[in-house]
């Protein structure tokens, strides 16, 4: 599945990333990080993040030091582009919203902004003196990069498996009929995109890969092994991330910064209310989601604050997560430009944010 996605993508990723070969394992895996977070999977985007690092750590002349397609590919992954902020979309339909996908079109042009910036500034900070990397050989990726499927016996073809592809499809067509008729037709797509997405690409796959001759449960036996390392690996980058943003926390900087910063922003339309959410949101997910509660609890999800937290929401990543986990899967201890190309990601997808918000609803 990862080659025909890649194949596919093939023409804009070229563009995208110049130093990584079409055929490398990495392509495949940065092509399937950012399909999940567009389908608004983050949780399955990670391994396939960490996965991508690792293959982009193959082609890396410096250890240690991050290459221009490593802070272009996490610049990518802190925009978030997604078709669908479920979590979002979830706690507005739970606190009595006449309209919970109001967001979706606005979070679309928020987190559009955002990538676009992040592509901007990972390409144009590289050319930078103090951001520029040394210009040396790459060095000729080792014989596992390539992919191992194609030296190994092709697998015999799977007897009856058009005839099981068809019923799969006919079962989902007959659930789809089902669900439509007894929730109705007036919300089917979020309500489909929503609660079907994950439950089809597992199916999907899983399907896939076993008429493709794949062992399929030994692959993910595998996948689990390599999955375990990796988590040893980050946990101590995880941990020194989440202790800092704790500490700025309790520490009482949040609030000093959210009330210097208040009467700047009110007047561009970012209240004193949100301030908090658009500091936190390239540093603490869950942090961010809890301060988003709070305030379509308080001021209602379909108020103008309800509005704007929402799709700021669902407009960036946490940054500063990304890069720890992503840098600390690999040993990167030089990020260069990845920092500065991830907070200017993230000042544009709140910008982009608070301007669409406010030319729709205003402050009423």
């Known amino acids: 599945m990862l080659r025909v996605i890649a194949r596919a993508a093939a023409p804009i990723m070229r563009r995208l990333f110049p130093q990584v070969p079409q055929d490398h394992p990495a392509m495949s895996a940065m092509i399937l990080s950012i399909a999940s977070n567009f389908l608004g999977l983050g949780n399955a985007a990670t391994p396939f993040g960490i996965r991508a690092m690792q293959e982009l750590d193959t082609l890396n002349p410096d250890k240690g ?97 058009g005839w099981l ?83 700025f926390r309790a520490s009482g900087c949040l609030e000093l910064l959210v009330r210097g910063l208040s009467p700047v922003t009110e007047p561009f339309g970012l209240p004193a209310e949100a301030v908090p959410l658009a500091l936190l949101r390239p540093l603490s997910g869950s942090g961010a989601y809890g301060v988003m509660s709070e305030i379509v609890a308080t001021h209602g999800p379909d108020s103008y604050l309800g509005y704007l937290a929402s799709t700021m929401q669902g407009s960036t990543d946490t940054t500063f997560y990304i890069l720890s986990v992503y840098f600390g899967a690999v040993g990167i201890k030089k990020s260069r430009h990845a920092v500065p190309a991830g907070l200017l990601t993230d000042f544009a997808g709140i910008a982009a944010a608070v301007a669409v918000c406010y030319v729709l609803w205003g402050r009423g």
């Open 65 to 161: 030091v991050a290459t221009d397609a490593m802070v272009t590919f996490l610049a990518i992954n802190t925009a978030g582009l997604a078709i669908l902020p479920t979590s979002v979309l979830a706690l507005r339909a739970s606190t009595g919203s006449n309209d919970p996908a109001a967001i979706v079109v606005t979070t679309w042009f928020a987190s559009g902004c955002a990538t676009l910036m992040a592509i901007l500034a990972s390409k144009l900070l590289s050319r930078l003196p103090r951001f520029r990397a040394p210009a040396r050989e790459a060095p000729a990726p080792p014989a596992s990069a390539p992919v191992v499927e194609a030296a190994d016996p092709a697998p015999a073809p799977i007897r009856f498996g």
């Open 165 to 247: 592809a068809a019923g799969y499809v006919l079962a989902v067509a007959c659930g789809l009929i089902v669900h439509a008729v007894r929730e109705g037709t007036g919300d089917l797509a979020r309500t489909v995109m929503s609660f079907w997405t994950i439950p089809l690409l597992v199916a999907g796959l899983v399907l896939f890969g076993w008429l493709r001759g794949v062992k399929v449960y030994d692959a993910l036996l595998d996948g689990a092994k390599d999955g375990f390392q990796v988590a040893l690996r980050i946990i101590p980058y995880l941990m020194a991330i989440v202790v800092a943003v704790g500490m």
